[in-house]
Structure formats: C-alpha cells, structure tokens
C-alpha cells in the first residue's frame, strides 16, 4: 500500500468501476493509519491528497478535512524541467483522466519539458521514471510529435519488463491512452 498508494484503485479510477470493496477499506485503514506530519514534504503530502481523492471518488473515507485540501504545488511550476519530471514520476499515481489537481495542471502546462525528461530518464536507464513521464505525456494533447511516445513506450516496456512499478505506469499509459481514444471515437 505504501508503495502503490492511490494507484491501488487505479483500475476502478481509469474504468470506472466500482473498485473492490476490500481494496478501498484497505486504502481508507492507510490514510488514517498513515497521515503524514504538518512538516512533511510536498511530494508525501500529494501522495496522501492522491489517496484521499481516489476514495472521496468512490463514496470513500471521512478524514480530517485539512486533508482534502490540495498541497501547494508551486514548487513544481518552478521546477526546472529535470527536477519536474522527477517529482511527476514520484507523484505518478495523479496522472489519470479527468484529473483535477494542481499537479495535473502543472503537467499539462509543461508538456515540453516532461518530453525532455522523459527522454533523459530513458538515456539513464531509469525505466520508472521513464514510464511514469510517459503516463503523464498520455494524457497531454501537446506533445511534441518529434517524440515518437508510442515507440519510446514500447521501448521502456521491453526494457523495464521486470519491474511491476514499470508495469503498472504502463499500463496506466495505455489506459489513458485507450480511454482518450474512446472519448475522441465519441465525440466524432
């Protein structure tokens, strides 16, 4: 739990179905048995916010009130394009459709240098960065076409095959992905 965080209901939020009862009393025991510190760092304070909102989504949790309320993100929109596409990896459980965050909207707003990360990230090697920048990328419609996301995608998927954190951006990715072009399918 510690680990996935609000992406432990990531198939319920990306389909919209009503997750597994025992997976939302699992994540509801995290975030009362887990609130982080008033002190405690943006990037942990949002991965909290992310579990808050992913069970308010689904008729979730009473929590404290002060914890339904956004973290700043104001760090992010200052961030150069490296430090921002770090900590978007590490807050990659926000990347899903129909986000309304501050985060999402400081991803959305940078879609060139979460590009440029991602390709750093996979120049490094580091396949779970890469792959949670490419979640992000899935749900900008300004990505540079020069990218080529789809192939780079497919290569941090055969490259980062053993690593079930790669796995499940990925998936993520696709998922995005899938429910954009049905939306797109819909609206023609």
């Known amino acids: 739990m510690r680990v996935l965080g609000a992406d432990t209901l990531l198939a319920s939020a990306v389909t919209g179905r009503a997750p597994d009862p025992a997976d ?13 510190a008033e002190t405690a760092s943006l990037p942990s304070r949002w991965t909290h916010w992310a579990m808050v909102d992913a069970l308010s989504r689904f008729g979730g949790t009473d929590v404290r009130p002060q914890w339904r309320v956004q973290p700043p993100a104001r760090w992010l929109e200052e961030a150069s394009w490296q430090e921002l ?8 459980a926000l990347a899903l459709p129909g986000a ?23 120049r490094r090697r580091d396949w779970r960065q890469a792959a949670a920048a490419g979640r992000w990328l899935c749900l900008s419609d300004e ?29 993520a990715a696709r998922a995005i992905e899938d429910a954009g072009s049905r939306s797109g399918e819909a609206g023609t």
């Open 85 to 92: 596409t770090h900590q978007l990896a590490v807050l990659g």
């Open 100 to 122: 309304d965050c501050a985060v999402a909207r400081v991803a959305a707003a940078r879609p060139v240098d979460l590009a440029r990360g991602f390709v750093r990230a996979v």
């Open 24 to 36: 939302v009393a699992v994540c509801d025991q995290a975030i009362r048995a887990h609130q982080p």
């Open 143 to 171: 990505v540079p076409g020069t990218l080529g996301l789809g192939t780079g995608l497919e290569f941090v998927a055969m490259m980062g095959e053993p690593d079930p954190i790669v796995a499940l951006h990925l998936e």
